[in-house]
């Protein structure tokens, strides 16, 4: 079954609200067995949203919108789906009774446009909102089952997996499962050549690659009855990817983000952390911070950013500055080891570059940026060039370095490893 989502208000069409409505519908949509096809934004305009939901009830089995069921004159979704679907409005005894409730229970005295709310299309069913006064709507016609939802994501939420996630599974005979495999350090075209035969012969499961900011994820998807069924297709799959891509491979877990694992393996291992940072600002530092339970392995940030605050915190030699400059590698190693050193971190990650926009030159342009990783002592550094505004070289330079981080790390435990053999 199709399933179209239509989320109204003219203040998502200016930017003034960010839309999650679409994207949370879209995901539960997707693991009720629902296939989504088109999405669309229609402002609180009685003309427009007639021509968007008429094409939508034509096109799809299932129509869910979000928004414009308030007490004002712009909202307008009860009454463009009612005459959509041909249904005339009445008052709905329940929705009003409900209504009065919730205002009474604030102490609150209605106004006169609330009742509108309890203006219900004949026939429909209503679905009780136990978080605002907006009912939402069912309305089951021959061609499509048209939903209408609060807009207020605190409303929406709970209503659709209340009510409405119900009601669609009795109509789905099967689920949508998918389970992502996150790859860091690995250019998405060298993902995507790696696992072209897949893509090529892929059937149930799908695979899907997505580029994130020195990641690239592949979601695998399967269609079955149930979650068993679907967790049995999607596994061989999965395992095929891990052993093609090894290492690269930072997680199966959605839910698992680069720092994470990266926090993970520090504490894992407890290897004790710093970081050294110019360009990037703190960005790495607060990263790592954002982890729940790394304050056992992180112990201190410094963010240079002068030359002066260099030499003075990080012991970086004048010589060296005077000589490669500040953006250098071997600045950058001499960050890496005097952060370690000041604090007596097992590793040490120092980051030094320009974000521009200015400061660039022919020999060292804007988005040049060396990283240093020290893991017991053992030095590695890199030089990178990213591209795009200073936000994204910084973005760029702080998740290269967590891909570094995580590299030298595992590089520092196989020799370990095998040094015990």
Known sequence: MTVEII????????????????????????????SCYFQSVVGDNEERLTQVLTCAVERSDIVILSGGLGPTEDDLTKEVAAKVCGRKLAVDERSMER???YFAARDIKPTENNWKQAMMPEGAIILDNNNGTAPGVIIETEGAKVILLPGPPNELLPMFEESVAPYLDKLTPGIISSQTVKICGVSESQ???TVKD???????????TYAKTGEVHIRVTAAADNEKQANKLIKPVVKELKARFGEDVYTTD?????????????????LSVTCAESCTGGMLSARLINVPGVSDVYKAGFVTYSNKSKKKLLGVKKATLDKHGAVSAHTAEEMAKGAALAVKADVA??????AGPDGGSKEKPVGLVYIACAVKGKVTVKKYHFKGNRNKIREGATSAALILMRKC??????KVTFGKK
Request: glycine share 6%.
């Open 254 to 270: 959605v839910d698992v983000t680069l720092e994470k694992a990266v926090a993970d393996l520090l504490v894992a291992n407890k």
């Open 99 to 101: 209504i009065a409730e």
């Open 198 to 208: 897949m893509i090529d012969q892929q059937t149930n499961p799908t695979i899907a």
């Open 7 to 34: 989320c109204v208000g003219t203040e998502i069409l200016l930017g003034n609200i960010v839309n999650t409505n679409a994207a949370y519908l879209a995901e539960k949509c997707a693991g009720l067995g629902l």
């Open 191 to 193: 993902v995507e050549t």
């Open 349 to 354: 990650v120092a980051i030094t570059g320009i």
């Open 409 to 414: 790390m595992l590089e520092y435990f196989s």
